[in-house]
DNA sequence: AGAACGTTGTGCGATAAACGCACATTATGA
DNA sequence: TCATAATGTGCGTTTATCGCACAACGTTCT
């Protein structure tokens, strides 16, 4: 047993598949075999073999002009929810945190500089996208996003945001690294972190760090409401104390 | 544009890659690589350079002694759960009906012999297997199977009931298909369906079609509680008109 | 109608990628 | 301590994958 594995086995086939299934979305979901050749910057001969590979297996279909994803691909998704303990872990929390409040709550893990919702009870809907395990959102202007980047060393939280090109998605968010990095030390020291519409306009959200049992930081978890109903002193003062007792009772439960 | 493609062009790395991820579920959170080249079917060598893959592409995680998955994976059934109206559609009808009943819901396809969740709201924790979006059940012995079942084709449902090899689950669990076909016509004339204690002892379930603008059965719906705590007969009696009245609602609603 | 464009399916030779074996090395456990 | 099982690596072989070129097809112009 030597030294790191070269990367001379790299299966660049599975790499591919892989792209082409990533490239549906909300936006496309159906495509031929040239937008998926154009979405990957896969030749149109290498697209259409994941495809009908895909296809062939059952997590795609094709109606003769569009390929179209099948229920199957949730398997993988699956796989992940299934052999992690978290997210079986903390659903039950959240229903019963969003029916006490009243309000929306979620957890997520942090991927890069995107947040990943891994639970979710929604009270109702109160965004405009619908959000659900397993969705994508920027870290640096959101509240559970800013929460679990304070809670790594600045420089890499740094690194994190700067990858991710930071747009605003409202008048209101806050795109300029230095402060966004005061914000990041505000919220490690405060340890709750409140975003004021600058996700989307009237949504607004507190969110908390889930620490596990040895105390390190591995998750976040938040609340969120419409501005109209709650203002941001309101929420802090209505659902910290909650929240709080919430990540006290799942700490030594977080292996 | 001649006949049908030859499978001359079938990327064997895709599926092998596919067939890894799926091997991780529940009572595999992590694993070894001759774990993964047993339960594949791959060679070991096949089974590393898969992992090494998946690695580099950030779907796994090696700890040097056991390989996991990343959330990254749930990118790919999330580029489903975006693509596909309905559930994001039924969700939050999901919630309401959970929330006026006080037990719990959900939603589901069929995908062969199985049924998979796409939505569900938990009103509390009443299964030993946590469910989720994704899950899996077998068809035969679950409500929403059978209701999915009732509404095909006969001869389809039977092809697909034996593709599953029903076993039972409980002592009460119905795995003879001839009887299995008649309860099957009973649920299409009643237009619901209710089992009791056949997946798990303790559970009972009543599940009813939802059905699409043109009238076609498309996916299933149900409402699961304790046996303790609601006959069978007091399921029906009590929840029926509710979920009548979603079916209805939903109706216009899926294309 | 006819032409020009974009898309698709197919075949094929060339290339490199994936294969699976063997060997050395290192845990793990009786 | 020895035996079993698992791992990393290298290498010759095979075959899976590539990307091009061509023909057929549908659409949309003029």
Request: net charge positive; with cysteine; hydrophobic share 45%.
């Amino acid at each position: 047993m030597a030294g790191e594995a070269a990367d001379r086995d790299h299966m660049a086939a599975l790499e591919k598949g892989l792209a082409v299934i990533e490239c549906f979305d909300a936006a496309h979901d159906k495509l031929a075999i040239a937008d998926v050749a154009r979405a990957t910057d896969l030749s149109r001969a290498a697209a259409r073999r994941c495809l009908l590979t895909l296809t062939k297996l059952g997590y795609a279909e094709f109606d003769g002009k569009f390929f179209r994803l099948t229920p199957r691909v949730l398997r993988l998704g699956h796989a992940w929810l299934a052999s992690s303990a978290l997210p079986q872990l903390v659903q039950p929390f959240l229903e019963r945190l969003s029916e006490e409040t009243h309000e929306s709550s979620s957890a997520c893990l942090l991927d890069g500089h995107e947040i990943v919702y891994i639970g979710r009870s929604a009270q109702r809907r109160i965004m405009s996208v619908g959000l659900s395990v397993g969705t994508r959102l920027p870290a640096f202007c959101t509240s559970m996003g800013r929460v679990l980047l304070a809670f790594r060393d600045p420089a890499e939280a740094q690194a994190r945001i700067i990858a991710g090109k930071p747009r605003a998605l409202t008048p209101r968010t806050v795109t300029d690294p230095a402060k966004l990095a005061a914000i990041l030390a505000d919220v490690r020291e405060q340890g709750h972190c409140i975003v004021d519409q600058e996700l989307e306009l009237g949504l607004i959200s507190l969110a908390m760090p889930l620490v596990n049992a040895r105390g390190e930081v591995i998750a976040a978890f938040n609340i969120s409401g419409q501005v109209q109903r709650s203002s941001a002193g309101d929420m802090v003062a209505r659902f910290l104390p909650q929240m709080r007792s919430l990540q006290a009772m799942l700490r030594p439960l977080i292996t």
